[in-house]
C-alpha cells in the first residue's frame, strides 16, 4: 500500500520508518508546516534527519499531501475533543476521495463516530481505527473476530501514565505529588498531564469501545469519569493490608462508560505494574479474553497502524 502519512510527531515517523517492514510505500508525510511527498517514495532516512533536527519535513505545504497518490491515510495528528478537527476533516477528505483511513487520532471516533461511519459507507476506502485503543494490545481485532455482537463488556487499565504513579505510590509509600513529578522527569508523564491523570484519555479509549459495541451513540460526554489526582498514598496502604491495591479502571459496555480509582486484588489481572496496560473482553461464547502489554510509545503504536494497513482490501 502507499501511504500517505499525517503528523510527524513519535507515531507518525516511527509509521514512516516501520512501514518497509511491512511491505508498504510512504510517498507523502505532513506536520502542521510542512509536507513532502514523491511518487517512487519519500527519502525516509533524510526524513527522519531533518525532522529529528527541527527543521521542516518537506518544502510544500501540508496540504500537498492529498495530492499524493496515495492508498491510505494515516491521521496521526493530537487527539482533539468536541469536534474532533482537524482530524476529523482529514478523515471526511481521505474517504471522500475513496481512500483508506487508519487512525492514530482517537477524536474522530471518539467524538463523532456517526458521522465517519457514515462517510466510510459511502466511500470505496475504508476506516481502521485499532492504534487509538490501547497501543500494541491488539482490543479491536480481537472484538472484530468475535464479532462485536458477542461481546458484552470490555474493562481494564488503558492509561500507562496514571498506572505508573499508583504503582510507585503504593510501592514507595509516596505521595500523589512527588510521584508525578518523578514520572515527569522519566518521560512518563507530560508536562501537562491532565488528559492521563483526570481519566479524560483512559476515558476516550473506551468511548470508542462502546461505540464498536454499540454501533455509535456514545462521546466523551458520556462518560462517567474520575481521575486519580485525589487518592492519596494512605488510600493506598490501607488496601495493601487487605491484599488490594487500586488502578485507574474503566469500563465500556452498550448502555454506559465509566473510568475511575478501583480497588483490584494486588495480584490479580488487573493489577498490572508500571506502564504496562491490561484489557479484559468479556464474551458471551469464549469467556473472559485478557490481553496485556504496552498501550503507548511511538514504535508500538506504529504497529498498530501498519498492522490496520495490513487488513485492508487493495482499491
Do not use: W
Not at 492509561?159 to 522527569?185: K, S
Not at 452498550?254 to 508500571?274: F, I, Q
Not at 504496562?276 to 503507548?296: M, P
Amino acid at each position: 500500500m502507499r501511504l500517505a502519512v499525517l503528523g510527524a510527531g513519535s507515531v507518525g515517523t516511527s509509521v514512516v520508518n516501520l512501514a518497509s517492514e511491512y511491505g508498504h510505500e510512504v510517498v507523502a508525510l505532513a506536520d502542521s508546516s510542512s509536507a513532502t511527498v514523491d511518487a517512487d517514495g519519500i527519502d525516509v532516512e533524510a526524513v527522519l534527519e531533518r525532522k529529528a533536527g527541527d527543521d521542516p519535513v518537506g518544502d510544500r505545504e501540508p496540504d500537498a499531501l492529498f495530492e499524493a497518490d496515495y492508498d491510505v491515510l494515516v491521521e496521526a495528528t493530537p487527539t482533539t475533543l468536541g469536534d474532533a478537527e482537524p482530524g476529523f476533516t482529514h478523515t471526511k477528505r481521505a474517504l471522500e476521495a475513496d481512500r483508506h483511513v487508519v487512525l492514530a487520532n482517537k477524536g474522530p471516533v471518539a467524538e463523532r463516530y456517526e458521522e465517519i461511519q457514515a462517510l466510510a459507507a459511502d466511500s470505496e476506502g475504508s476506516i481502521r481505527f485499532e492504534a487509538t485503543v490501547g497501543g500494541a494490545i491488539p482490543v479491536l481485532s480481537t472484538i472484530e473476530d468475535c464479532t462485536p455482537e458477542a461481546v458484552t463488556a470490555v474493562r481494564g487499565v488503558l492509561n500507562g501514565t496514571a498506572n505508573f504513579i499508583l504503582t510507585r505510590m503504593a510501592a514507595e509509600g509516596l505521595d500523589y505529588e512527588h510521584v508525578l513529578t518523578e514520572a515527569q522527569d522519566l518521560g512518563v508523564a507530560e508536562a501537562d498531564p491532565t488528559f492521563d491523570v483526570d481519566g479524560t484519555d483512559a476515558a476516550l479509549k473506551f468511548v470508542i469501545l462502546a461505540n464498536v459495541l454499540n454501533d455509535g451513540g456514545f462521546s466523551l460526554a458520556d462518560a462517567d469519569v474520575d481521575g486519580i489526582q485525589n487518592i492519596p498514598g494512605s488510600a493506598l496502604e490501607l488496601a495493601a493490608e487487605d491484599g488490594r491495591t487500586i488502578r485507574l479502571i474503566g469500563e465500556a459496555s452498550r448502555d454506559s462508560v465509566r473510568v475511575g480509582p478501583r480497588l483490584v486484588p494486588e495480584h490479580g489481572a488487573l493489577a498490572v505494574t508500571g506502564t504496562q496496560n491490561i484489557v479484559e473482553i468479556e464474551t458471551r461464547h469464549a469467556g473472559s479474553l485478557a490481553s496485556s502489554g504496552r498501550g503507548a510509545g511511538g514504535p508500538e503504536t506504529a504497529t498498530a497502524v501498519l498492522s490496520d494497513v495490513g487488513r485492508l482490501p487493495e482499491l
